[in-house]
């Protein structure tokens, strides 16, 4: 994660360099996998969360960091709240008000990015359609997340009473930060790659660009729901540790092992109505 912790990766030249460290790693991954020490159960988790962790780095770089983005989540999150408590006292304007200062508080910050500046700067309607489309995908994630002790209650679990409550909030707080980050990350990618695309009549536009647009969240969607499922497991791996007193290693190695066949086209669907989803937002240009 170091590519998002540094703030080198903004300065000219730090971009490049973090992403050319992050292929030679990438290619380090697969030479491991392919080896026999990808035997080891160690070795292999590693390799289940490290390849698509810096995959998604590669394909979806941060245009913040990772703590301007995780602090614009709780800003996110501090809005929503004060905004719905003033709708439940009955103070739609000030209500409002909030929302609005919110929204220039997310321009004024994604516009000092030097690759989303002009973008901000010319469409701001559809950089904030873009993050409430990940938004949608972030509860989807988090939807899907919490309801596996439901769908599969012979398999997972959120234990008994006193632990339950606990179980419950670790996996609605880990999987909801981490997918937020992710389909943030996505959905600026996919803002870039459809702004790109654009251009001519808006129907033309949405012909051309829809399609590439949902390939690409599909693929970015796949590598994405690896990632969320990574903390997922590292989530599991200390809950399994608190009320069952099991291996943390083994614990999230199992939870990676099993619940992967289902987190990969989970990903996949949500990033392909994330793709779509932007791609349909196409304005009139000449």
């Known amino acids: 994660m170091g590519c998002g912790l540094s703030s080198s990766a903004n300065a000219p030249g730090g971009s490049e360099r973090c992403l050319f460290s992050s292929v030679l790693a990438l290619g380090a991954l697969f030479g491991l996998m392919a080896s026999p020490c990808a035997r080891v159960p160690f070795v292999s988790a590693f390799v289940i ?25 709780f800003r996110d999150v501090q809005a929503s709240l004060l905004s719905a408590l003033c709708v439940a006292v009955g103070r739609k304007r000030e209500a409002r008000l909030v929302i609005d200062s919110h929204r220039a508080t997310v321009e004024r910050v994604y516009g000092r990015s030097p690759r989303l500046s002009s973008l901000v700067q010319g469409d701001p309607l559809r950089l904030h359609h873009a993050r409430r489309t990940g938004v949608m995908a972030a509860f989807l994630a988090v939807v899907a997340g919490v309801g596996l002790p ?7 679990t959120f234990g008994d009473f006193p632990y339950a409550p606990f179980v419950f909030l670790t996996d609605v707080v880990v999987i909801g930060l981490a997918s937020r980050v992710v389909s943030e990350r996505m959905a600026l990618r996919l803002f870039e790659a459809s702004a790109a695309l654009a251009g001519g009549c808006s129907f ?13 969240g599909a693929a970015l969607g796949a590598v994405g729901g690896l990632v969320v499922l990574s903390a997922a497991a590292g989530a599991s791996a200390v809950e399994s540790v608190v009320v069952f007193d099991a291996d943390f290693g083994r614990s999230a190695f199992w939870f990676l092992r099993s619940t992967a066949p289902m987190a990969l086209p989970l990903g996949v669907g949500i990033g392909a109505i994330l793709g779509a989803g932007l791609g349909l937002s196409q304005p009139e240009r000449r």
């Not at 439901?150 to 997972?156: H, I, R, S």
């Not at 536009?205 to 390939?215: D, E, G, K, Y």
């Open 150 to 156: 439901f769908v599969a209650g012979e398999t997972y």
């Open 49 to 73: 969360v490290g390849v698509p962790l810096l995959t998604l780095l590669v394909a979806a770089p941060s245009r913040l960091g990772l703590f301007a983005e995780l602090s614009l989540f």
């Open 204 to 216: 033309v536009a949405r012909l051309r660009v829809v399609p590439l647009t949902t390939l690409l």
